[in-house]
């Protein structure tokens, strides 16, 4: 245990340092954003006025989301809406065409697209650290189903599996793959047992909640809320006829985050060993300005 508090203290105090050089790259996007929903009236907007459990608040804190288009609408919703102190606890770091197959690929590959932070672009699994984020929510899989279903369930636990080692102290939560609107599901050409459509969503979540049972990690669908009655995504919550979301939709996207706080007595596993190794990182570094000074601590005589 004390070795197991050593480490994950390291890895506080070396979170901790990280300069957030990104912050000012997405300065720009976070104020077009603002300044376009500026003109939206908010004032009885249910998300944005709405008065939050101190609980759910603090459950999100240290949050992040990682994710695809569907994830970015999300994004902008939230940031439109930082009013509400929720979603003022969750970051983000989404793309749209962002795929789990092409993350796996190495930066640098031509067409293939990573996250930019900072000016520079970096593998999924280094977002957290550079986020101090405890909490790590995946929303993906919609680039990645016109692939056999075996492949995109391997290719998504290898992804979850880089996250998990380069931050084995983070809790994982897999928000579930989203539908297709009913008229943009396509088949693929010779190929039966899967295509662009909701049955192969069903199937990619069906095997990602089994998994997140297996391996520990949270599970939200979201999917199935916002269905019709066909299981497609219903077309009320749909922008574009295809995939993308709504403000309605986003609104229950929050309604179910604080579901998911309740249902886990709005406490994550690990936050007992978080606290213990933020307290042994900021002795840590009491130490390291003490004798940076030239305190000696006093040695009793018969020690």
Known sequence: MKKT???LAAVVLASSMIVSSGIIAMADEAAQ???ASAATDLSTDPVATATEDQRVIDFYKDSIIIGDSVADGFSKYAMARKQNPVLANISFMTMPRYSIHEELQPIG???VNHFWYGGT?????EIPALFNA???YLSLGLNDIKSRPSIVLEQYQNYIGQIVAANPYADITIISTTYIHPDAQTSLSGI???AFDNDTVRKLNSSMKEYAAEKG??????ANRLADANGNLNPIYCTDGYIHQNADAYAIWVQ?????AAAQNYAHASDALWAAAEAAAAQTATADTADSTGVIEAIPVNA
């Open 217 to 222: 990690y949270g599970y939200i669908d979201i």
């Open 121 to 125: 672009q970096h593998y999924a699994y």
């Open 256 to 260: 179910c985050l604080r579901e998911y």
């Open 134 to 136: 405890k909490h790590i």
């Open 109 to 111: 590959t031509e067409g």
């Open 5 to 7: 508090l050593k480490k």
């Open 192 to 194: 039966k047992s899967w």
């Open 33 to 35: 954003t603002q300044q």
